[in-house]
């Protein structure tokens, strides 16, 4: 049985897509960019938030791009909960998870305030050994140094270990790190890209990680 699970945030324990994309069509739209329809921020985040405005205004100067930042953290910070919610089944096997004694922890490149913000607002009861986001001294995913953070708060031997996240940036960190991944088909990317980076498994709903956690059979 596996004893550490860590999980991605966005796209695997909610979909918070339609808050980060309204905050970074407010940064454009101030500014006199275009705004991008929702359903293509599926495929511009996960990079981190600076990676997020490079991809929603390509041609703009880094000045500019220091300026999209500013306005969409100033709007992200107040409207991150308006419409994210977490995926169907997610509180549920947090809680089962930590009730069988399985501790759990959060990796994220959304940055750390923000990150933590969001976990104490919708899973206030459940105790993660680590929540971790982008900062200064932290390098993002799929650098996996963010894992072996995880690893110096909660010492846990790697085949333990399952990392679960919804995109090939979490597939490649849980590879770099040496630790078994699961990818969930419900987040912002799809199956293919998933099977693409060599994901060990690939998972439907939430009783599939608890499978795995335990090593029952998959059916």
């Known amino acids: 049985m596996k004893k550490l699970v860590i999980f991605d945030l966005d796209g695997t324990l909610l979909n918070t897509i339609a808050d980060l994309g309204n905050a970074c069509n407010y940064a454009l739209k101030t500014l006199g960019y275009a705004e991008h329809p929702l359903p293509s921020y599926n495929y511009m985040v996960g990079n981190g938030v600076r990676t997020l405005m490079q991809r929603a205004a ?12 500013k306005l969409f953290r100033e709007y992200y910070d107040n409207h991150a909960m308006d419409l994210t919610v977490p995926y169907p089944g997610i509180r549920e096997l947090l809680r089962q998870l930590t009730d069988m004694g399985v501790a759990v922890a959060v990796t994220s490149n959304k940055y750390q305030a923000a990150v933590e913000k969001i976990i104490s607002h919708y899973f206030p009861e459940i105790p993660f050994v680590a929540v971790l986001g982008e900062s200064a001294d932290r390098s993002k995913k799929p650098d996996p140094s963010i894992v072996f953070e995880v690893l110096g708060k909660h010492p846990t031997p790697k085949n ?14 849980a590879r770099r790190a040496c630790i078994e991944s699961a990818g969930v088909t419900w987040g912002f990317r799809p199956v293919s890209e998933l099977t693409d980076a060599n994901a060990n498994h690939i998972v439907s709903d939430t009783g599939e990680i608890l499978a795995l956690v335990t090593r029952a059979e998959l059916t």
Do not use: K, N, R
Request: charged share 25%; no cysteine.
């Open 58 to 69: 390509p041609d703009a100067s880094p000045e500019v791009i220091e300026t999209l930042l």
């Open 160 to 173: 333990d270990v399952l990392y679960v996240g919804d995109s090939a940036v979490d597939m490649e960190t």
